[in-house]
Each structure stands twice: as C-alpha cells, then as structure tokens.
Nanobody, 124 residues
Framework: QVQLVESGGGLVQAGGSLRLSCAAS????????MGWFRQAPGKERSLVAT????????GYADSVKGRFTISRDNAESNVYLQMNSLKPEDTAVYYC?????????????????WGKGTLVTVSS
C-alpha cells in the first residue's frame, strides 16, 4: 500500500513558478514508478510527467516539455514537480500517482495509487 499526499499548489501569475511535492508513505516507495497528472475544469485527467523507480528516466507531455521537471528522492519518499514559465492553461488540480511501471502510468486506467490533488491556478 502507498498513500500519497500532494502539496505546493496555489495561485501564481503567468510566467511564474511553483514546486509541487508528493509525500509517500509505505516501505516500498522506491520500487514504484511515479507520475503527475492534472485535470482542468470540464476536462479529462491527463498525464503530465513520469519518472521511473530509480529516477533515471523521465517523460513529459508535449505541452509541458522544457517548462516542467519531475524528480524524486527515494530516501525521503518524495516526488516533485518543478513548474516554470506557467501559463493560464496550466490551471488544474494536480495529482500524484504511483504504479508498477511508467507504462502503467501512461495507460492511467490501471494506476493503483492516487493522491487527492492540489490546485494550481495561473492568472493571466
């Protein structure tokens, strides 16, 4: 079992930065691939970024490439999403997720562990 708690959301102006954190509980955090998803009002949840268990492989949605960076600290059981050059279209609830592989995260339907989300609002 893995419990996930996101933090770091808030209101920021366009062009600004935020760093989201996801604290995981459970003894096997380092064995999970981790991901960040987001869901804007009236839209479906979509994948933002993934990172494998060791942190050596990352992936990003085209809409955030070059602006967002995912990282993890297995010693502290945390995963992060550094978001720079934020745009109003980045406004969404951001969710942390854990799965056995990045392939599972990309499929989304089979992801077993989700956080409750943190709201990011980017004003123009």
């Amino acid at each position: 079992q893995v419990q996930l708690v996101e933090s770091g959301g808030g209101l920021v102006q366009a062009g600004g930065s935020l760093r989201l954190s996801c604290a995981a509980s459970g003894r096997t955090f380092s064995s999970y691939a981790m991901g960040w998803f987001r869901q804007a009002p009236g839209k479906e949840r979509s994948l933002v970024a993934t990172i494998n268990w060791s942190g050596t492989t990352t992936g990003y949605a085209d809409s955030v490439k070059g602006r967002f960076t995912i990282s993890r600290d297995n010693a502290e059981s945390n995963v992060y999403l550094q978001m720079n050059s934020l745009k109003p279209e980045d406004t969404a609830v951001y969710y942390c997720a854990a799965a056995a592989s990045t392939t599972t995260l990309k499929g989304m339907g089979g992801v077993p562990y989700w956080g409750k989300g943190t709201l990011v609002t980017v004003s123009s």
